[in-house]
């Protein structure tokens, strides 16, 4: 529902939230891996793209740590021990693990893109300014909401495929396993973006400035702002199966800021610029296929 939680979200709380994440998951090690595939050529065909799309993502957490450090110079002891100790020591075994997967199915390694981009950095220049940091504080945790659902959303789908494939070391000794850690994430973000509204850490013209913000650079997960990485991105909207609903997946990634950022418009699912991403993404991956069949 679209109520704010009737619990009060204080950061000693989320601190906790952020230890015991660190307690139950230590990072995946590389050699607890199984890498028995059954069908190899299958796997390729139906979860290729979408485990090299997964693969560079995750490799990129580097650079969102970065890009995180440009944008919070003021990071609090949370933030800094969930992303230092937590967050990028599980992501970058993630994407380690899933580069291993694809090359073990004949697929080229994944090549992160990992520069800062300008607006970043502009931004990031502009952050030095108490009122601008809270506003990038907030961006930064409903992106992080934001693409760790859609992570937990793609692992889920992915581990039923390939439980239907009878892949069970891939199932039971990647997928699960790096799935079991998105949640945790997604939590923090949620959390950490749910306290910033309930104590009011922004006046009005600064919510309304992160509303125009997001309606003005909302991206998927992974796209970088590049059309290439969008129509990527579409490919793995498909080939999840997601596209049956745009809408529903629309309103599953969106609800954190919908009900935080957007109480105000009643009945509105989702914010309209996610639909609007899913649609350009979508779009542009089916146009990629037109033009490839018409060239062959
Ligand atoms: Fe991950
Ligand atoms: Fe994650």
């Given at each position: 529902?679209t ?7 204080t ?14 998951y230590p ?6 891996v ?7 050529g299958l796997?390729?065909?139906k979860?290729?793209?979408v485990?090299?799309?997964l ?12 890009e ?24 970058i ?6 580069d ?9 390694a994944?090549e992160?893109?990992?520069?800062v ?36 959303l793609?692992y ?8 239907e ?7 039971e ?5 790096i ?16 306290a910033m ?33 969008k ?9 999840l ?26 009945g ?10 899913l ?18």
């Open positions: 529902m109520d704010m939680p009737r619990q009060h979200i950061q000693k709380k989320i601190a906790e939230h952020v230890q015991r994440l660190g307690e139950l990072p995946i090690p590389l050699d607890s199984d890498r028995t595939i059954k069908r190899p796997v390729a065909k979860f290729g793209h485990i090299d799309y693969a560079r993502v995750e490799l990129e957490v580097d650079r969102n740590v970065l995180l450090l440009v944008l919070l110079p003021d990071a609090d002891e949370t933030n800094k021990t969930f992303y230092a100790d937590v967050w990028q020591p599980q992501e075994q993630h994407g380690l693990i899933l291993r997967l694809q090359q073990d199915l004949g697929r080229a994944a992160p893109h990992l520069e981009s300008f607006p970043i950095r502009i931004l990031g220049a502009l952050a030095n300014l108490k009122p601008i940091q809270d506003i990038a504080r907030l961006m930064y945790f409903l992106t992080g909401a934001s693409t760790e659902r859609q992570a937990v793609a889920n789908q992915i581990n039923r495929g390939m439980q494939l009878e892949e069970t070391a891939i199932s000794t990647i997928i699960t396993p799935k079991q850690q998105e949640p945790g994430h997604f939590a923090f973000y949620q959390m950490s973006a749910t509204i309930q104590d009011k850490v922004l006046r009005p013209w600064q919510l309304f400035l992160t509303r125009v913000m997001r309606e003005k650079s909302y991206n998927l997960v992974g796209t970088n702002q590049m059309k290439n990485f129509a990527d991105m579409g490919g793995v909207v498909v080939d199966g997601f596209d049956s609903d745009l809408e529903g997946y629309a309103r599953e990634i969106g609800r954190v800021e919908n009900r935080l950022l957007w109480a105000h418009r009643q509105m699912d989702f914010p309209p610029y996610i639909l609007k991403a649609r350009e993404s979508v779009d542009l991956y089916r146009e990629r296929l037109e033009r490839g069949l018409k060239l062959a």
